[in-house]
């Protein structure tokens, strides 16, 4: 090894998937208890990007991924989705890059 020499790890290779989960935002992700900005799901996720500048997330199990197109998810909000795109993971964080989404029951 040379003296001095820096070795910087190469990114991970952003992979496509299809996650199931619910559209939420950042500040509640998985549950609405604790801030309740409305009577249901989609409203306090609403309320959160509204009035507190939250992000849209997709819940999927235990992950949370952050949406990079914000606009994308926002009519699903509250809802459980099928989303296919691109995960990465910028700075320890989990992106998701959407290419589709539906709702599902």
Do not use: W
């Amino acid at each position: 090894m040379l003296a001095g020499a820096v070795f910087v790890a190469a990114p991970a290779t952003p992979r496509k998937q299809t996650l199931t989960g619910i559209v939420s935002d950042n500040m509640c992700a998985a549950t609405h208890a604790a801030m309740r900005m409305g009577p249901t799901d989609a409203e306090c996720t609403v309320a959160c990007i509204d009035a507190h500048g939250a992000l849209y997330v997709l819940v999927s199990g235990k992950d949370v991924y952050t949406f990079i197109d914000q606009q994308v998810p926002a009519k699903f909000a509250g809802r459980k989705v099928r989303a296919t795109g691109t995960v990465e993971n910028v700075n320890g964080a989990k992106t998701f890059r959407v290419d589709s989404i539906t709702a599902i029951k």
